[in-house]
């Protein structure tokens, strides 16, 4: 006996339902979600935590799923991240659209006629709790809406590794099906389709537009936190799009100085760098580390939340601290800031990023001293480092 209500076939009256239409939102969200997948986990690679979401602290360990994140084109974790967070966005009205077009099946009654047919619904449930999983935590995390519990490095990690494994496993499956919607397009006949279809109110064409139009404004609504220029107003959903004023430290801040404990006393003039390598240990105040050659470049900070901002830093080669140190040509470096509480207060640095020629201990921010807030009294810059990486208020560096 089939329930009322939705449970009944021809409660589902769309016309515009059917294999056709799934298989080719299913393709456009193919192509999307593989773009901010690759760049999801390249961007772990580049950040390299360890199974509970804290930076791996021995410069020389690699996870499995992790490399040398090259040192050089400074804007490739600007370009990876921007692209993982903004088609990521893209996606939503696409994904939002595909679930509609088998909410139907939602509703199958009875759910399932045979054991294998259980098996498949089941690894559907898999895919669609994934991917709401992974776009929620996601979303939620790039408004800086930390609602949950768990720890989102973590989580979003294995959602992904759970969504890219039940995504596959669906295409394999569907593969037949999508092969025949595509040859028969529109007279490929499915339970998707309407038993006693409606007038139709929208055509296919029209609910393409709809959703296009969905992801363009998204897009619009963020895109400026990480291209800048005239966008960054537009970004209307991007908590860091303020625009950039004309003072040497008037940019973006996610963790101010006061948030991470740091007291004026511990940069005053009681501050030393240490700077360690094989048993020996250097200090040096400030002023010390002023007298040193100075190196200006003008590099990104790129978040992991997909911000992007673009200034001018002065300070001292990392590899020039290394030689100070007794290390030569560093292999690698570990970097701890004076902030004593959370993930990001000890960071490594590989051996490309510790030696590149643009690697600085920056002192100085567009000619003026960094402010509190930006890591004052010295901060790490390297190109193309994943920002979470770029190391504020640094207390001592070891190098490998
Ligand atoms: N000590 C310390 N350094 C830090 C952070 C932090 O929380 N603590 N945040 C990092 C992150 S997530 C980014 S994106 C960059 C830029 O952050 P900011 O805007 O807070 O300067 O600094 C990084 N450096
Ligand atoms: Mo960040």
């Known amino acids: 006996m089939t329930p009322p209500g939705p449970f009944r076939p021809s409660f589902w009256r769309s016309p515009l339902r059917g294999p056709w239409l799934t298989a080719l939102l299913g393709s456009v969200l193919l192509v999307l979600v593989t773009i901010v997948a690759v760049t999801g986990f390249l961007s772990h690679a580049a950040y390299q935590p360890d199974l509970a979401g804290n930076a791996i602290v021995d410069p020389g360990r690699d996870l499995p799923l992790s490399f040398t994140w090259p040192a050089g084109w400074s804007y490739l974790y600007a370009v990876t991240q921007g692209l ?192 360690r390598s094989g048993g020996r240990e250097l200090s040096l105040a400030r002023e010390e580390l002023l007298a040193m050659e100075q190196h200006t470049a003008t590099l990104p900070i790129a978040c992991v939340e997909g911000w992007t901002t673009t200034q001018e830093w002065t300070g001292v080669r990392l590899a020039d601290l290394a030689r100070a140190a007794g290390a030569g040509a560093p292999d690698g470096a570990l970097v701890r800031s004076l902030q004593q509480h959370g993930p990001l207060r000890i960071v490594t640095l590989n051996g490309p990023q510790a030696r590149h020629p643009d690697a600085l201990l920056a002192l100085k921010v567009n000619g003026a001293d960094l402010s509190p807030d930006h890591g004052y009294p010295a901060r790490i810059i390297v190109p193309g480092l994943p920002g979470v990486h770029n190391t504020k208020w640094v207390g001592s560096i070891e190098f490998a």
């Open 84 to 275: 993982h967070v903004n088609v990521g966005l893209v996606a939503i009205p696409f994904l939002l659209a595909k679930l509609w077009s088998v909410i139907p099946r939602l509703f199958a009654w009875p759910p399932a006629a045979s054991p294998a047919q259980a098996l498949e619904r089941l690894s559907i449930g898999l895919l669609v709790a994934s991917s709401v999983f992974q776009f929620v935590t996601g979303v939620m995390n790039i408004q800086y809406w930390y609602a949950f519990r768990f720890n989102f490095v973590v989580a979003h990690y294995y959602g992904a590794i759970v969504f890219v494994a039940s995504l596959a496993l669906h295409i394999v499956v569907k593969m037949p099906v999508i092969v025949r919607a595509y040859r028969e397009r529109g007279a490929a006949r499915s339970d998707l389709v309407a038993l006693s279809p409606a007038d139709p109110t929208i055509s296919r064409r029209g609910l393409f537009a709809v959703v296009g139009a969905g992801s363009l404004a998204l897009l619009l609504a963020n895109v400026g936190e990480t291209v800048g220029g005239p966008f960054r107003r537009l970004s209307l959903l991007a908590p860091r799009r303020q625009v950039i004023g004309p003072g040497p430290n008037d940019f973006q801040v996610n963790k101010t100085a006061r948030a991470a404990g740091i007291s004026a006393d511990m940069t005053g003039p009681r501050y030393r760098l240490a700077l």
